[in-house]
């Protein structure tokens, strides 16, 4: 089992959980989350002052997925988060040593 670690624009996060979807993924985190990298950040001009705006805003989904289908679901993201252009995101793929559901006790990819 793997965890999937995707920051991705704000915008693209129902585009990308459709895509999971599609694959059978249907359990997922989002969470609202502020950084930057590469696109370090912007000014904005407001009542005429400018501001630093060091960090923006992104999505982070997280999503455990079985073995087999980890190269699907990271296609499946790239593809609905790219919008070509500098802060599409980032996606971090870590393993997973046991999952387990609350309710009924089940453990490893039954639980997912």
């Known amino acids: ?15 990308v959980r459709e895509a999971l979807q599609e694959l059978g993924i249907h359990g997922m985190t989002v969470t609202e989350v502020k950084g930057f ?17 060091d960090f923006l805003p992104k999505a982070k989904i997280e999503v455990a997925v079985a073995d087999d289908v980890v190269e ?8 609905a988060a790219n919008t070509g252009q500098i802060g599409d995101g980032k996606i971090f793929v870590t393993a997973l040593e046991q999952t387990i559901r609350i309710r009924t006790g089940e453990t490893g990819n039954d639980a997912l």
């Open 1 to 15: 089992m793997k965890l999937i670690t995707a920051i991705i624009k704000p915008f693209k996060s129902d585009d």
């Open 37 to 53: 990298g590469r696109q370090k950040g912007h000014t904005e001009l407001y009542r005429g002052a400018e501001y630093v705006i």
């Open 72 to 79: 699907q679901a990271i296609d499946a993201i790239c593809k």
